[in-house]
T-cell receptor, first 108, second 117 residues
Framework: GNSVTQMEGPVTLSEEAFLTINCTYT??????LFWYVQYPGEGLQLLLK?????DKGSNKGFEATYRKETTSFHLEKGSVQVSDSAVYFCALSGGGRFGAGTRLTVKP | EAGVVQSPRYKIIEKKQPVAFWCNPISGHNTLYWYRQNLGQGPELLIR????????DSQLPKDRFSAERLKGVDSTLKIQPAELGDSAVYLC???????????????FGPGTRLTVT
């Protein structure tokens, strides 16, 4: 069945550091891929998405590219801020499959 | 546009008691999901509806959990009887299966935090 494997955290970075959170998936067909974010005390919200191979999703300085050949959708940001501290989830469409989440803490 | 509405936001019950959660999805969204999220983990799908039909309930513990989505809009998730291990946040989400361009992104409600004592 469909599944998502996400880099385990927690991840702690200094402000302005480069961020990568790895995500790989197993799926039949051609799912859409998502990154959701959960800020402290808030609900899950969509960060970015990609609906087909080689698509790049981007939002708030974050990017992720849908790589069908490596079945990956790694999340990146060139310069993180304290306000990026949150839990990040990689997810597939259709079956509601989510990764375990990666907690990011950014220190000033 | 109103978001996904869930109630109650918090619930504390004693074990062996019943509990029910309610969800009102975004208008026009025909796909509805119920998830359970344990502390420090990702959401775990319990059941997915397409309109009134439960199309994926493979992870729903059917001995104590039940769900319904009458008229393909609102949904209720019930636990009877509750156990200590059911303490978690129960999330409802909805998406529009008619919009392929959206990738079927899900919109989440605020969740119900259940504590079983």
């Amino acid at each position: 069945g469909n599944s998502v494997t996400q880099m385990e955290g927690p991840v702690t970075l200094s402000e302005e550091a480069f961020l990568t959170i790895n995500c790989t998936y197993t799926a039949t067909g051609y799912p859409s891929l998502f990154w959701y974010v959960q800020y402290p005390g808030e609900g899950l919200q969509l960060l970015l998405k990609a609906t087909k191979a080689d698509d790049k999703g981007s939002n708030k300085g974050f990017e992720a590219t849908y790589r069908k050949e490596t079945t990956s959708f790694h999340l990146e940001k060139g310069s993180v801020q304290v306000s990026d501290s949150a839990v990040y989830f990689c997810a597939l469409s259709g079956g509601g499959r989510f990764g375990a989440g990666t907690r990011l803490t950014v220190k000033p | 546009e109103a978001g996904v509405v869930q109630s109650p936001r918090y619930k504390i019950i004693e074990k062996k008691q019943p509990v029910a959660f309610w969800c009102n999805p975004i208008s026009g969204h025909n796909t509805l999901y119920w998830y359970r999220q344990n502390l420090g983990q990702g959401p775990e799908l319990l059941i997915r509806y397409e309109n009134e039909e439960a199309v994926d309930d493979s992870q729903l513990p059917k001995d104590r959990f039940s769900a319904e989505r009458l008229k393909g809009v609102d949904s209720t998730l019930k636990i009877q009887p509750a156990e200590l291990g059911d303490s978690a946040v129960y999330l409802c989400a909805s998406s529009s299966s008619g919009n392929r361009d959206s990738g079927y992104e899900q919109y989440f409600g605020p969740g119900t935090r259940l504590t079983v004592t």
